[in-house]
């Protein structure tokens, strides 16, 4: 075939162009550390990073719920642990209060220093998260979620939990009221408290005192009640006749109240059986005659506020008799281990949360590398093909050039001489 | 005898002399576009018939013809025609594919970080600096798509002016080729082959192939008749016919080509181009800018659509429902954007942070006497709260009654599932008496009342644990929402919500839905990129054809120089012989 000259030039300036384009394609590539610098270099490859980049974008707006989280977290353990520290000296404040030998004054000082542990306790709770928030929030809360009002200390906040966005739950707040103000009463089971005296209809005239009790036979109890049905009471009641006292136990659910045991024999801190119900309390001191201590359902409604607020009131009280003492130590005791108990769970809930927090945070880092390498693996280069490449085609360019520079010189032109 | 040798030594140079002239005609035009190589056709001069039979006469020029093969040069017209095509589309891809950029750059990426800003603002929801971020990165991404949006319309704005230049390119074109029709045919009547000035028409036609593909029919009187690919004359004879650009009536930012008949523009239907540049831009414009428009402005409007929609559920930090209607039943509220469908004008609408609704209206908590381990996951709104002061104005709730209860309860019909209904405030049931709705672990509970309207649903409440008998959770309105971070939530969850369709059919999470504009787009440009990388193959070895048929070869050119050169040495010898035979004959005659 015969070769047209000015073809055959014009062909290999093109093949020039394009082994030129081919290496500084190639040198981009090197320069950029990319593979898909657009998307038409490899589409899948380019949607595949595109996804792996959100995914990574994704991670990082998790750490920092994550880390939004962790924070009111870690302030709300030490908060809870300032509320467990100051229980204890509240609890031990009260284990003095309850030696009968001291004098009302001796005692109103201990009632004053339970004040500031109030005090201090109502502080702790309203502890703000440090950006404008409240750890025991709640829900929300645009002033501090715990009044100290007229009635005693309320929630002022939206109940419930305000959680973190996240696939795992994280909390940014803790329901206050929950931790605070509603804690199980009594002993968990049931309450005990004096009653109203059957023949004066005032308060015990006697020293009697009722302990927490304890439950004896528990496939017994009427506690919880199902739903539907009302809560049923019991009462011990006293009759102190000629210097011997017994002590009936009623049911109180029905009317007239039904009558589970009656004269029985009285004797100080001995065991007191609410019979068939398994449950039991025991009373010490001197009843008088008609006096009566009622036994009824616990519910989740004990106020660490409202029992300090009581405990004091009683420890402050002048001319106390020593049953009042005695019973207000008994059930301030009662409660406050309950509170400490429901603080506790609290703050085992919150450790049990930061705990798992560590787990998030490397799974979400391993899900970020995860999505790095797959980003990577999408558009980057291979360093060591890539060189490789460069090399070829450089030689591939050099040797190009070669060949048109030595067959340039070849005419039949320059072999004819005049 | 004597004149013979003479007039035969003289036509012999005459040959050679006009054959060296071709070739130095040839070796001059070696670099001129679209000129084929010529060739002197010599033939012997008749035979001088004596009585010893014929004596030859010499040679003779016949004519000069080009080497030039008419099926060749069709064919290369029409690779010429779609290889210039697809080139232009090509480099018009190539922008194109600019207009979306991938990884940070990008649209999706934009969008995805507008709902990561949320997570700032479920963290903190009192912040505003939070929500201002969410506003400024909300900012970023209309800015982004405006951009694209523009570059769109520069890009179509330049497709069009390609055009007109290309028309315009075009009729001069077929101006001249209509003049060399007229020239060409002025001299048919002489015998010869004009050869330099077909050539020059064959490399107009050429040319015209590159802008617009073109079907020639050749006339008894040479001249080329030229018809565009779809069968509309463009030149006959020495008339040339004039193409314009015009505005599509549909949409005045697109271009159409016209043919001029007197003072008016018909619109040629796309498919009458069949190749060329022209075609190349027309498809650009019909094709990939229509549907690389259609596919963003979908993805900006139905992102922008979800964002208000949720903006619409929520409640902002001054508490204002962020859709409650007025007298006449209009939705009030502060959109995020203002969602005109188009990525060009769409833009902002919220300036204030506090606007933002980050709060849901609503709240549920648990209720402290729960026996079960149930604990709220979120409670979202499936519809806008109507009223300021209700949970819900549909039914015959008080308005003041603002609270609601989930009230779970042992099945009537299985006692080992709950069921759960609604009552509000004072106890008296809401929606539904009898308890009919069971609770399904793991499905949201909602308030859809099978008996009603679908639409009447007004929030879905997912909890996690178990629930026993007897259970309460509240639902009551949100009373402090600077400080209620559900809605933003609510924001965040549209990050995985397939929210945005292409092709009207199947729709696709933000990031994945950019993803395949992109994807969709890298094919097109990668299929452009073939197209024209086979059609310039089939170019270029057509061409190489036509010119080793039409082409010079400069070795060639010099071996038939020193050949012809040779060949007037040897005629030259003739007459030097024809001379000395005469000296001889007149010195004999002299005696």
Excluded at chain 1, 53 to 82: C, P, Q, W, Y
Excluded at chain 1, 130 to 137: I, L, Q
Excluded at chain 2, 258 to 285: C, H, P, W, Y
Excluded at chain 2, 315 to 334: E, H, K, R
Aim: no cysteine; glycine share 8%.
């Amino acid at each position: 075939m015969r070769i047209a000259t000015a073809h055959a030039y014009d062909t290999s300036i093109q093949n020039l162009q394009k082994r030129q384009q081919d290496l500084s394609e190639s040198q981009m590539q090197l320069t950029s550390g990319k593979r898909v610098n657009v998307a038409s270099d490899d589409p899948t490859a380019a949607a595949r990073a595109e996804r792996a980049l959100a995914s990574m974008a994704r991670s990082d707006a998790n750490k920092r719920s994550l880390d939004a989280s962790r924070n009111v977290m870690a302030i709300t353990e030490s908060a809870l642990g300032d509320t467990v520290e100051l229980m204890q000296t509240a609890r031990e404040t009260l284990v003095a209060a309850g030696n009968g030998t001291y004098s009302d004054g001796e005692r109103k000082a201990l009632a004053v220093k339970l004040r500031e542990i109030r005090n201090q306790l109502l502080s702790v709770a309203n502890r703000s998260d440090g950006g404008g928030g409240f750890v025991f929030g709640g829900q929300g809360s645009a002033t501090p979620p715990f009044v100290d009002g007229n009635t005693g200390v309320t929630f002022v906040g939206q109940g419930g939990e305000t959680l973190a966005s996240s696939s795992e739950k994280l909390n940014l707040t803790v329901d206050g009221d929950q931790v605070w103000l509603k804690a199980r009463g009594g002993n968990g089971v049931f309450t005990t408290a004096p009653g109203i005296n059957a023949n004066t209809s005032g308060p015990n005239g006697g020293s009697a005192w009722i302990t927490s009790g304890t439950v004896t036979t528990p496939s017994q109890l009427p506690y919880p009640t199902p739903s539907g049905s009302s809560s049923p009471s019991y009462s011990v009641r006293f009759n102190v006749s000629g210097g011997t006292t017994t002590y009936d136990v009623l049911d109180n659910s029905t009317a007239p109240a039904t009558t589970l045991s009656s004269g029985q024999p009285y004797n100080s801190g001995k065991t007191i059986a609410i019979t068939g119900k398994g449950m039991s309390v025991s009373i010490a001191g001197a009843p008088a005659d008609g006096d009566q201590f009622t036994i009824g359902e616990a519910t989740n409604n004990l106020n660490m506020f409202s029992s300090l607020d009581k405990t004091i009131a009683a420890l402050s009280q002048t001319n106390a008799s020593s049953s009042g003492i005695q019973q207000a130590v008994n059930t301030g005791m009662t409660e406050i281990d309950s509170i400490l108990g429901n603080v506790q769970a609290a703050r085992s809930a919150v450790g049990e949360s930061l705990n798992r927090m560590d787990g998030i945070e490397s799974r979400i880092e391993t899900l970020k590398l995860a999505a790095a390498t797959e980003r990577s693996n999408a558009e980057d280069l291979d360093m060591t093909e890539a060189i490789s490449n460069f090399q070829n085609r450089q030689t591939g360019y050099q040797a190009a050039l070669q060949s048109y520079a030595s067959v340039q010189k070849l005419s039949l032109f320059q072999y004819i001489n005049g | 005898m004597g004149t013979g040798i003479f007039s035969l030594g003289a036509r012999a140079m005459l040959a050679n002399q006009a054959m060296l002239d071709t070739t130095s005609h040839n070796i001059s035009n070696v670099n001129t576009p679209g000129y084929s190589r010529q060739q002197v056709e010599l033939q012997t001069e008749g035979g001088l018939f004596t009585g010893a039979g014929f004596y030859g006469r010499g040679v003779k020029v016949a004519t000069v013809t080009r080497s030039t093969n008419e099926f060749l040069v069709r064919e290369n017209n029409v690779n010429i025609a779609t290889s210039s095509s697809d080139q232009t589309r090509l480099d018009k891809l190539n922008q194109l594919e600019k207009v979306l950029p991938t990884g940070q750059n990008g649209l999706g990426y934009a969008a995805q970080q507008v709902l990561n800003a949320f997570v700032d603002v479920a963290n903190q929801p009192q912040d505003m600096s939070a929500r201002q971020v969410v506003l400024a990165r909300s900012q970023d991404w209309v800015s982004r798509v405006n951009t694209a949006g523009k570059q769109l319309d520069e890009l179509q704005a330049g497709t069009v002016s390609d055009m007109q230049s290309t028309v315009s390119r075009i009729n001069s074109l077929t101006q001249q080729i209509a003049t060399a029709n007229q020239a060409i045919a002025s001299l048919k009547g002489i015998g010869h082959e004009p050869n330099d000035l077909l050539d020059q028409r064959d490399q107009l036609i050429k040319q015209l192939n590159g802008l617009v593909q073109v079907n020639t029919v050749e006339a008894d009187d040479g001249s080329l008749n030229v018809f565009m690919g779809g069968g509309q004359l463009l030149v006959l004879s020495n008339s040339a016919q004039t193409l314009s650009v015009v505005r599509d009536p549909l949409d005045s930012t697109l271009g159409r080509v016209a043919l001029r008949t007197g003072n008016t523009d018909r619109i040629m239907e796309s498919d009458q181009l069949t190749g060329g540049a022209l075609k190349g831009l027309v498809q650009f414009q019909d094709k990939d800018i229509a549907s690389t428009r259609a596919g963003l402005n979908a993805f900006v409007s139905q992102f922008a659509t979800a964002l208000n929609q949720q903006q619409s559920l929520g409640v902002d930090a001054t508490g204002a429902l962020q859709t409650s209607f007025d007298a006449a039943g209009n939705p009030v509220g502060t959109p995020l954007f203002l969602n005109t469908g188009s990525a060009t004008s769409i833009s902002m609408n919220l300036v204030q942070p506090k606007g933002l609704a980050a709060a849901s209206p609503l709240v549920a908590s648990v209720q402290a006497s729960n026996t079960g381990t149930a604990s709220i996951d979120s409670l979202t709104m499936a519809r806008a709260l109507p009223q300021t002061n209700a949970i819900d104005a549909t039914t015959s709730l008080p308005t003041t009654n603002t609270t609601l209860s989930v009230l779970f309860e042992t099945s009537a019909t299985d006692p080992t599932k709950l069921t759960y209904r609604f009552v509000d405030s004072t106890g008296t049931p809401y929606k539904d008496v009898t308890p009919k709705r069971t609770w399904t672990p793991g499905t949201p509970i909602n308030d859809a009342d099978p008996a009603s309207i679908p639409a009447s649903q007004l929030f879905n409440l997912s909890i996690s644990g178990v629930p026993r008998a007897g259970d309460k959770i509240t639902i009551a309105r949100t009373t402090y929402p600077a400080s209620n971070n559900g809605n933003a939530q609510a924001f965040l969850a549209l990050r995985d919500k397939a929210m945005v369709t292409l092709d009207g059919a199947t729709y696709a999470t933000v990031t994945d839905a950019y993803s395949q504009m992109i994807g969709n787009l890298g094919v097109a440009v990668q299929g452009g990129k073939t197209a024209a990388s086979i059609s310039s193959t089939l170019a270029k070895t057509s061409e190489q054809t036509l010119s080793s048929t039409t082409g010079v070869n400069l070795d060639e050119e010099a071996a038939r120089l020193i050949q012809f050169q040779q060949s007037y040495q040897a005629a030259a010898k003739v007459l030097q012989i024809a001379q000395s035979l005469f000296d001889t004959l007149l010195q004999t005659a002299r005696g």
